[in-house]
């Protein structure tokens, strides 16, 4: 038997619909979207519906999007396209302490080419203050660029709060929609951002294919160059069938959210119920409400997260730690959180999905369960 899967914000199977709308793309239509002949208009086609079906779901316009290689990808594009399109306006980045390395390591090699970082701070919870945000203004920014929902944690952040300040001040704000794309509701006009990263492989689409979404009048440095696809925003062949995917992908979040995110609730809200109302000795990390439906991370003490997952073969999931021999390496998102270090050394991430079942929670409460007990009762014995 399979491990149950519980690592849905690392990356999430292909939905066999999108597969399915894949399928022809890989035996069929290969032509090239820019030749004008019929098979190149074919495929011409099909890119420009998944451009709709991805501005249809995130309230843009079609020409708004630009297909990218993943979220990585996207980051970079939004960063170092604003630095470089901006840099007689400002050189002053604005980004939080809790944001993904496809973020932080954007900020510090912008640092090397002359730009400055701010990271604010985060509360308990993982949130970050917009007057913080507000406060780390100078005449020099020219960019905030915070992250919709975290991946370790699941905390949603105040986007639309903190795009109202930055709007204010004419500054531009990116938000890194990876994690919330496919989870929650998300449009660009309601959260107020210009720019907004998509990653394809966390929303039931294959790896390497991602969008950023690009408020008309918003102007970008090149970061690919070359011949003039995508508007002269991105050289290089579009990738048909990823792209196909992608689209497919985006529809049927358009159309299924609702019931998609009840059912990852659901799942979620059991996990956590079952591993928190016992005996066990454990600390929810991240917002209690404001919170990624399908998000648990969960730290328990006297634990080290990542001998109980090379223990727990049963169950794929990620730790929030690392335990050396002589020191313990936690995530710089629990750090910035300021969580325990007693809980923060055993803390694991448990993400669910669109297929988790009741028998799958079951399965990872019990194993779970027998062995935090097992060492939380060694601990309280002295062995
Ligand atoms: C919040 C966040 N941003 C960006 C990325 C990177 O996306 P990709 O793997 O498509 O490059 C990830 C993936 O782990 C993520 O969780």
Not at 223 to 238: F, P, S, V
């Amino acid at each position: 038997m399979d491990p149950v899967y519980l690592d849905y914000n690392a990356t999430t199977p292909i939905d066999p619909m999108v597969s399915e709308a894949m399928l022809p793309f890989i035996t069929q239509h290969f032509g090239n979207p820019s030749s004008g002949h019929a098979y190149g208009v074919k495929t011409h086609l099909a890119v420009e519906n998944a451009r709709s079906q991805i501005s249809s779901m995130i309230g843009c316009n079609s020409p708004e999007i630009v297909f990218t290689s993943g979220g990585t990808e996207a980051n970079n594009y939004a960063i170092q396209g604003i630095a470089g399109a901006y840099k007689k306006k400002g050189s002053h980045i604005i980004t939080s302490s809790i944001e993904h390395p496809a973020i932080t390591e954007v900020c510090k090699y912008m640092e090397t080419k002359g730009c400055t970082t701010t990271y604010v701070p985060v509360d308990q919870y993982g949130r970050v203050d917009p007057n913080d945000v507000e406060k780390a203004i100078t005449d020099d920014t020219i960019l905030i660029t915070i992250m919709h929902a975290n991946n370790e944690v699941g905390t949603i952040q105040p986007i639309q709060e903190i795009a109202h300040i930055a709007h204010k001040h004419s500054i531009f704000i990116h938000s890194d929609c990876a994690q919330s794309v496919g989870k929650i509701p998300v449009d660009v006009n309601d959260l107020g951002v210009d720019l907004l990263s998509i990653a394809g492989h966390k929303l039931y689409a294959p790896k390497g294919v991602g969008a950023l979404y690009v408020r008309n009048g918003v102007k970008l440095e090149k970061l690919m160059h070359g011949a003039n696809h995508e508007n002269g925003l991105r050289a290089g062949t579009e990738n048909v069938i990823l792209i196909v995917a992608l689209g497919e992908a985006c529809r049927l979040i358009e159309n299924h959210l609702p019931e998609y995110r009840k059912t990852m609730q659901r799942m979620r809200n059991l996990l956590e119920t079952e591993l928190t109302q016992g005996n066990i000795d454990s600390r929810v990390n991240g917002h209690p409400t404001l919170r990624l439906p399908n998000t648990l991370s969960i730290g328990f003490n006297d634990v080290q997260a990542d001998e109980l997952l090379l223990n727990l073969t049963s169950i794929a999931s990620s730790a929030g730690a690392a335990c050396h021999t002589d020191n313990i390496e936690i995530s710089s998102v629990l750090e910035a959180m300021q969580v325990p270090l007693e809980y923060a050394a055993g803390t694991i991430r448990l993400s669910v999905g669109r297929y988790t079942t009741k028998q799958e929670i079951s399965h990872a409460v019990k194993e779970i369960t027998t062995w935090v007990e097992h060492k939380q009762s060694m601990q309280i014995k002295g062995a």
